[in-house]
């Protein structure tokens, strides 16, 4: 059994509306060293599966065929064993 943390942001091209509206909600509570917000989705898949080579793989292919949009976003993913107890 394995957990893909997949971290998907906008590619630094793309205008990123909600980061900016963050950013200025920041601001207006006082938080005025905030200079930049990227606004982003993270998202935890358990799978099953007995090689962590392949489940890379299927993390990937999941990305680019559904989570993410690549012609606006990037992802990026951390994949790690999970203990069964």
Known sequence: MYLAKVYITLKPTVNDPQGLTIKGALHNLGFDTV??????????LQMEGEDIARAGEQVKEMCRKLLANTVIE???FELEEMKIT
């Open 74 to 76: 990037n992802f990026s």
């Open 35 to 44: 200079k930049s917000v990227r606004y982003g989705k993270y998202m935890e």
